[in-house]
Structure formats: C-alpha cells, structure tokens
Nanobody
Framework: VQLQACGKGLVQAGGSLRLSCTASGDIFVINAMGWYRQAPGKQREMVATITDGGTTRYDTSVKGRFTISRDNGKSTVYLQMDSLKPEDTAVYYC????????????????WGKGTQVTVSS
C-alpha cells in the first residue's frame, strides 16, 4: 500500500485548508484511514481516523473544527480543517491500517510522507 498526500500549505489563524490522501496498491486490505500529526519536539498524535464503514474518531483538540471523510471508490481520505489555530502547525501524515496484519503480529500501519501545515497567528 502506498499513500500519496496533497494539500500542504500556509494559512492564517481562522482559515481553512483541506488535505487529501490517495491510497494505491493492495487497497483492498485497508480497513481504516486517517491523519496523524507531529509538531516540533512532540510525539506523533492521532488527528482523525475513519473506517471503511464510516466510523470516525477525532482528537479532542480538533473536534468540531476538522472533518474527515472518505471516498472508498477513489481510495481517498480527506481532512477538512477549519478554524485553524497556530497550535495546529505540524507535519501531517496520512495513515492506513490493515487490521489483518495484526493476526500475523505485524505492524498494521502504512504511512505516507508528511505534508507541512503552518498556521500563522
């Protein structure tokens, strides 16, 4: 599975930005997709995830401001980010999970290259 993210950018506080990520390869193994982020000096953290059934999860810091959606036909996941804050500044990583790999004791995660999001105050 390969993940290609688009949508990096610089935006002012209060603005909006949309990230997209398209999966290719063995996409039939993907059970969930999502976005994680890592700010300088901090650990990578979950931002939002969505399963192939449409169940979503959000970090509390972005709930109500960010919306994750998925186009299964295009194997693409979107992250609409509104009311952006300077603390949202980070490198954002697209993620896909293959839960079947857990049965083999393997890492279930696939990662895309990070995309920089910078929110100026």
């Amino acid at each position: 599975v390969q993940l290609q993210a688009c949508g990096k950018g610089l935006v002012q506080a209060g603005g909006s930005l949309r990230l997209s990520c398209t999966a290719s390869g063995d996409i039939f193994v993907i059970n969930a997709m999502g976005w994680y982020r890592q700010a300088p000096g901090k650990q990578r953290e979950m931002v939002a995830t969505i399963t192939d059934g449409g169940t979503t999860r959000y970090d509390t810091s972005v709930k109500g401001r960010f919306t994750i959606s998925r186009d299964n036909g295009k194997s693409t996941v979107y992250l609409q980010m509104d009311s952006l804050k300077p603390e949202d500044t980070a490198v954002y990583y697209c993620n896909a999970e293959d839960w079947g790999r857990r049965l083999l004791g393997d890492d279930i995660n696939y990662w895309g290259k990070g995309t920089q999001v910078t929110v100026s105050s």
